[in-house]
Nanobody, 122 residues
Framework: QVQLEDAGGGSAQAGDSLRLSCTRS?????MGWFRQAPGKEREGVAFVYKDGTTSYEESLKGRFTISKDNTQGTMFLQMDSLKPEDTGMYYC???????????????????WGQGTQVTVSS
C-alpha cells in the first residue's frame, strides 16, 4: 500500500508563491496533484511520470511547475503568481501504469494524500 503525505499549503496573497510537497512511502510510477474548490469537482492540476514527463492542466501552464526528487521520494508543486481562483484543497495522488496525464481523472488514482489547503486572497 503506497502512502502519500502532502504538505505546504497555507494562506497567500494574490501574486504570491507557494510550494507543495508530497512524500511517498515507496516507489510508484506516476504522481500528481488534484485540487478541489468548494462546491466544485476535483480537477487535475499537474502530473509527473517516472521518466520526468509532465502533464499540466492547460490553464495552469506557466504558473505551476511540478517536479520530483527521486532520492527523497518527494514530489513538488511550485505555484507562482497565485490567484484567488487557485483557492482549494490540494491532493497528492499516485498510480501505477504508463499513463500519467491530466486527462486521466481522479478515478484512475488509487492512492491519495490527506490534502493540504491553499487559500489565496485578493
Amino acid at each position: 500500500q503506497v502512502q502519500l503525505e502532502d504538505a505546504g499549503g497555507g494562506s497567500a496573497q494574490a501574486g504570491d508563491s507557494l510550494r507543495l510537497s508530497c512524500t511517498r512511502s515507496q516507489y510508484i510510477s506516476c504522481m500528481g496533484w488534484f485540487r478541489q474548490a468548494p462546491g466544485k469537482e476535483r480537477e487535475g492540476v499537474a502530473f509527473v511520470y517516472k521518466d520526468g514527463t509532465t502533464s499540466y492542466e492547460e490553464s495552469l501552464k506557466g504558473r505551476f511547475t511540478i517536479s520530483k526528487d527521486n532520492t527523497q521520494g518527494t514530489m513538488f508543486l511550485q505555484m507562482d503568481s497565485l490567484k484567488p481562483e487557485d483557492t482549494g484543497m490540494y491532493y497528492c495522488a499516485a498510480r501505477w501504469g504508463s499513463s500519467c496525464t491530466v486527462e486521466l481523472g481522479s478515478a484512475a488514482f488509487p492512492y491519495w494524500g490527506q490534502g493540504t489547503q491553499v487559500t489565496v486572497s485578493s
